[in-house]
């Protein structure tokens, strides 16, 4: 890492250090030294986070004979130190026990919020600005992982757009998704299961993402494709700076750019919706940089908050942990029902579903008193082909298969039924927001209401 600290390319940009009082004031001043000849830089200070085994002085700032910026609590605090520095490159000098694993995933999400690079001696977290432009309004809707619920929150808001009469285009990247930016024109087109069998029986990912938004939105959308994901959501390969290009030929009012997985595209949005599961486990959010997502949203979106996937209790604390990091969000509890995209009245059928296997006794409830349907099974193995053949061979009696356009929807549910003389419905999961009617539309409002990208 030293290497990086002598390049020559960074003698314009600014160095802050992080020290604790674990180390002896004597021997974190030597290392500071040390670090500011290396540097090609302007060093600008540090950041003091904690302990006091060995803090032996008065006075830090007239001890090192620079600016310290002396914080109390990570969450509360550091974000503040960053913004008062305003730094490139933050070089962590701390150690064990002030700083542990999961505190440097923290400061690595408030490095990257701050448009700055995290690194140690045996670590680098690089910032990099999002190289991609789009001319249109541009709303990004990213999440904290996969299968909580992007896609369908994606189809909600383009949906409330639409109904408002702007013009939408959306561009979903996938780790299935095509070579070269498709678009699907989802209101001109007819989605059909012959359609999307002779997309997988090309060899093709039949059910990405841009085709579940154009079949569940009937808008115009744009299938990009993408490979690896860093801590930060970082891709090493995609084509969406192509996507792009063509949905500013299409003129739309607003683009939205889908997220996958927990990687971020590429994009310089004007807006970002994140979407949080509310059963993921905190930590483990943290530790993927979860932070640096909601640090950038303008409006959160927490899916799945109803018992028994997520607890009252576990709702009400991931709200607080996300109010801690951005105070200013506006967080909506949200839970999803499936919606079949064609009538199944009387219908005995078989469904399947990425959800988790402990909300089968609310979708079965939900699906035979709505819908007017029996369900003879719900297989939660969409994402599993081995299992979900099984469970197709030991269902019985039933004549239509509903699911989700997902994972194997496509190459294992819809040739199935082909095969196997079943209907085949798709079906849509519609989010329902909890509380107060009409206020994630006027959340929405707030973000575009249709006007003029400011140049």
Same mark, same amino acid.
């Given at each position: 890492? +030293?290497? =990086?600290?002598?390049? *020559?390319?960074? /003698?314009?940009? &600014?160095?802050?250090?992080?020290? %604790?009082?674990?180390?002896? @004031?004597?021997?974190?001043?030597?290392?500071?030294?040390?670090?500011?000849?290396?540097?090609?830089?302007?060093?600008?200070?540090?950041?003091?986070?904690?302990?006091?085994?060995?803090?032996?002085?008065?006075?830090?700032?007239?001890?090192?004979?620079?600016?310290?910026?002396?914080?109390?609590? +990570?969450? =509360?605090?550091?974000? *503040?130190?960053? /913004?008062?520095? &305003?730094?490139?490159?933050?070089? %962590?000098?701390?150690?064990? @026990?002030?700083?542990?694993?999961?505190?440097?995933?923290?400061?690595?999400?408030?490095?990257?919020?701050?448009?700055?690079?995290?690194?140690?001696?045996?670590?680098?977290?690089?910032?990099?600005?999002?190289?991609?432009?789009?001319?249109?309004?541009?709303?990004?809707?990213?999440?904290?992982?996969?299968?909580?619920?992007?896609?369908?929150?994606?189809?909600?808001?383009?949906?409330?757009?639409?109904?408002?009469?702007?013009?939408?285009?959306?561009?979903?990247?996938?780790?299935?998704?095509?070579?070269?930016?498709?678009?699907?024109?989802?209101?001109?087109?007819?989605?059909?299961?012959?359609?999307?069998?002779?997309?997988?029986?090309?060899?093709?990912?039949?059910?990405?993402?841009?085709?579940?938004?154009?079949?569940?939105?009937?808008?115009?959308?744009?299938?990009?494709?993408?490979?690896?994901?860093?801590?930060?959501?970082?891709?090493?390969?995609?084509?969406?700076?192509?996507?792009?290009?063509?949905?500013?030929?299409?003129?739309?009012?607003?683009?939205?750019?889908?997220?996958?997985?927990?990687?971020?595209?590429?994009?310089?949005?004007?807006?970002?919706?994140?979407?949080?599961?509310?059963?993921?486990?905190?930590?483990?959010?943290?530790?993927?940089?979860?932070?640096?997502?909601?640090?950038?949203?303008?409006?959160?979106?927490?899916?799945?908050?109803?018992?028994?996937?997520?607890?009252?209790?576990?709702?009400?604390?991931?709200?607080?942990?996300?109010?801690?990091?951005?105070?200013?969000?506006?967080?909506?509890?949200?839970?999803?029902?499936?919606?079949?995209?064609?009538?199944?009245?009387?219908?005995?059928?078989?469904?399947?579903?990425?959800?988790?296997?402990?909300?089968?006794?609310?979708?079965?409830?939900?699906?035979?008193?709505?819908?007017?349907?029996?369900?003879?099974?719900?297989?939660?193995?969409?994402?599993?082909?081995?299992?979900?053949?099984?469970?197709?061979?030991?269902?019985?009696?039933?004549?239509?298969?509903?699911?989700?356009?997902?994972?194997?929807?496509?190459?294992?549910?819809?040739?199935?039924?082909?095969?196997?003389?079943?209907?085949?419905?798709?079906?849509?999961?519609?989010?329902?927001?909890?509380?107060?009617?009409?206020?994630?539309?006027?959340?929405?409002?707030?973000?575009?209401?249709?006007?003029?990208?400011?140049?």
């Amino acid at each position: 890492m +030293i290497s =990086l600290l002598k390049k *020559k390319s960074n /003698k314009d940009k &600014n160095l802050i250090a992080l020290i %604790d009082g674990e180390h002896y @004031p004597q021997v974190t001043n030597d290392a500071i030294k040390m670090l500011k000849k290396i540097y090609k830089g302007d060093f600008k200070g540090m950041i003091f986070l904690g302990g006091t085994e060995k803090l032996v002085i008065d006075d830090i700032e007239d001890f090192f004979k620079e600016k310290v910026y002396i914080i109390k609590d +990570i969450d =509360l605090d550091f974000n *503040k130190a960053l /913004k008062y520095f &305003n730094p490139d490159i933050v070089y %962590d000098l701390s150690d064990e @026990p002030v700083v542990n694993h999961i505190k440097r995933m923290k400061i690595a999400s408030y490095c990257f919020a701050n448009k700055c690079s995290y690194m140690g001696p045996d670590f680098l977290f690089s910032y990099e600005n999002e190289d991609i432009y789009c001319k249109k309004f541009t709303l990004s809707i990213i999440g904290t992982g996969k299968r909580i619920g992007k896609t369908a929150v994606s189809s909600y808001v383009t949906k409330i757009y639409t109904g408002e009469g702007i013009d939408v285009c959306v561009i979903a990247m996938g780790r299935g998704g095509p070579e070269t930016p498709e678009i699907i024109r989802g209101g001109k087109i007819d989605i059909t299961s012959r359609y999307l069998l002779e997309i997988s029986n090309k060899g093709m990912h039949a059910s990405s993402d841009y085709i579940e938004d154009a079949l569940t939105s009937k808008i115009t959308t744009i299938g990009c494709r993408r490979c690896g994901g860093g801590f930060g959501g970082k891709i090493f390969m995609s084509n969406i700076k192509e996507g792009i290009k063509i949905a500013e030929k299409l003129n739309p009012d607003l683009v939205i750019v889908e997220g996958s997985g927990a990687s971020v595209p590429d994009v310089k949005t004007d807006a970002v919706i994140c979407v949080v599961g509310a059963y993921q486990d905190w930590e483990a959010v943290v530790g993927y940089l979860g932070i640096y997502r909601i640090l950038s949203a303008d409006l959160i979106i927490l899916t799945m908050c109803e018992e028994p996937v997520a607890s009252q209790e576990k709702i009400a604390n991931v709200k607080i942990e996300i109010k801690k990091i951005n105070p200013d969000s506006m967080i909506m509890e949200t839970i999803f029902r499936p919606q079949p995209l064609s009538d199944i009245t009387g219908k005995k059928i078989f469904m399947g579903m990425t959800s988790d296997k402990i909300i089968e006794p609310v979708i079965k409830n939900y699906m035979e008193n709505n819908f007017n349907c029996r369900v003879k099974k719900i297989s939660f193995n969409l994402g599993n082909r081995a299992a979900l053949k099984k469970d197709l061979e030991k269902t019985k009696d039933y004549d239509t298969i509903v699911t989700e356009l997902k994972a194997a929807s496509v190459d294992i549910l819809t040739d199935y039924a082909f095969r196997h003389r079943k209907e085949i419905i798709y079906m849509n999961n519609v989010l329902i927001v909890k509380g107060r009617k009409g206020v994630l539309e006027a959340e929405l409002k707030k973000i575009f209401s249709g006007g003029e990208k400011l140049l």
